[in-house]
């Protein structure tokens, strides 16, 4: 596959002499979306930094997208799934194949599924991200309209319908505004949305 944008710099570390390559990307830590320089060496992420030349956030990112080479291999980091063994509670868990986990999540949900029906599945998630379309097709595949993520209540949807509103269009949280860096997360927002 191409990649959209990729560079490759000298640095000197130790006396020697290393190769870096950079990739262009975005955060995707929150919904900020900020433009970012990823900085590759021997195939590891080795640092992050705000792109300059994007639209949207200007050359600007917060703390959390510029520390991700220390979230992406903190040694807590889950790598594999875990499955509880022992009594619930005990903290007890083993590490697992993701075939294992897919498929034995699958005869669960088969088995439930056919004993009360469809209906007595609901999905959650997380914060809408690029996965989000994903789980409510997989929601409708099971025949549930039982699908949840916390935007709906908390956060994003009950913005959008303020600003919407108040506004007559959506005037935080990163959308539908007349420049994309007008409401920013690390920029903050501009008077004239
Ligand atoms: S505001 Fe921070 S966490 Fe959100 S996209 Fe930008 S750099 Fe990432």
Request: contains cysteine; aromatic residues 8%.
């Amino acid at each position: 596959m191409k990649k959209p944008y990729q560079a490759k710099r000298t640095t000197f570390c130790g006396g020697f002499k290393k190769m870096e390559e950079v990739f262009r990307s975005v955060c995707r830590i929150c919904h900020g979306g900020c433009g970012a320089l990823l900085f590759v060496r021997d195939g590891r992420l080795i640092r992050v930094k705000p792109d300059p030349d994007s639209p949207f956030s200007l050359g600007r990112m917060c703390i959390k997208g510029l520390t991700t080479p220390e979230i992406m291999y903190h040694p807590s980091r889950l790598l594999s799934p875990l499955k509880r063994v022992g009594a619930r509670g005990a903290n007890r868990w083993e590490e697992i194949t993701w075939d294992r986990a897919l498929s034995e999540i699958a005869v669960k949900m088969d088995r439930i599924r056919g004993e009360s029906g469809p209906e007595s599945i609901a999905l959650g998630q997380g914060t809408g991200r690029h996965h989000f379309m994903h789980v409510i097709r997989f929601a409708n595949s099971l025949g549930t309209p039982n699908w949840y993520e916390p935007g709906l209540a908390n956060c994003l949807l009950p913005r959008i319908t303020v600003s919407q509103l108040t506004y007559g269009g959506v005037c935080c949280g990163g959308l539908l505004r007349k420049s994309s860096s007008q409401n920013h997360p690390v920029l903050g927002p501009q008077s004239d949305c």
